[in-house]
T-cell receptor, first 113, second 110 residues
Framework: NAGVTQTPKFQVLKTGQSMTLQCAQD?????MYWYRQDPGMGLRLIYY???????DKGEVPNGYNVSRLNKREFSLRLESAAPSQTSVYFC????????????FGQGTRLTVV | QKEVEQNSGPLSVPEGAIASLNCTYS??????FFWYRQYSGKSPELIMF????GDKEDGRFTAQLNKASQYVSLLIRDSQPSDSATYLC??????????FGAGTQVVVTP
């Protein structure tokens, strides 16, 4: 049972490049989340998906897009990376709409130069 | 903007003592509350959740919730060096968004 799997674990991008962070969960959870974590800022919600086919903006959605491809997969896309997007990105999933335990992936450390 | 506030610390606690962590939240419609522990370079992991006013105990951990005061706390009894980590308070706001505080760093000193 893998839980929540994120790829890649590390990535370096040049300013203006695009990339997609992948996330998959095998727990049959309805809700999935993307967070970013910066020093001293805790986890900030970028986007979330309460169920397959729905997505909603979180606290810091600007510069990102998401796709809930199916119940298992929730991807995060940076269309034109900026140095301000240098961060650690976490994907998480939970059975309900935040009311139950959220399980986290191992994180993606992204550096934009 | 719905907020979850925590003291950033570091909170220095002697080994064997009680660590007390506090969290306040702004959305009165919030229904569920979580405490996550995060070791440096690792993912957050759940240690406690609480839905009802009052205390909830699990081993050395006690979560306390006061919805009227919009306040949730975590007590760690008999603190051990392995408890040294950042503790994140998380709140499920009305609407289903799970929002985190900035975290409190706890350092347990031998």
């Amino acid at each position: 049972n893998a839980g929540v799997t994120q790829t890649p674990k590390f990535q370096v991008l040049k300013t203006g490049q695009s990339m997609t962070l992948q996330c998959a969960q095998d727990m049959n959870h309805n809700s999935m989340y993307w967070y970013r974590q910066d020093p001293g800022m805790g986890l900030r919600l970028i986007y979330y998906s309460a169920s397959e086919g729905t997505t909603d903006k979180g606290e810091v959605p600007n510069g990102y897009n998401v796709s809930r491809l199916n119940k298992r997969e929730f991807s995060l896309r940076l269309e034109s990376a900026a140095p301000s997007q240098t961060s650690v990105y976490f994907c998480a999933s939970s059975e309900g709409q935040g009311g139950l335990e959220a399980f986290f992936g191992q994180g993606t450390r992204l550096t934009v130069v | 903007q719905k907020e979850v506030e925590q003291n950033s610390g570091p909170l220095s606690v002697p080994e064997g003592a009680i660590a007390s962590l506090n969290c306040t939240y702004s959305d009165r419609g919030s229904q569920s509350f979580f405490w996550y522990r995060q070791y440096s370079g690792k993912s957050p992991e759940l240690i406690m959740f609480i839905y009802s006013n009052g205390d909830k105990e699990d081993g050395r951990f006690t979560a306390q919730l006061n919805k009227a005061s919009q306040y949730v706390s975590l007590l760690i009894r008999d603190s051990q060096p392995s408890d040294s980590a950042t503790y994140l308070c998380a709140v499920n706001h009305s609407g289903g968004k799970l929002q985190f505080g900035a975290g409190t760093q706890v350092v347990v000193t031998p």
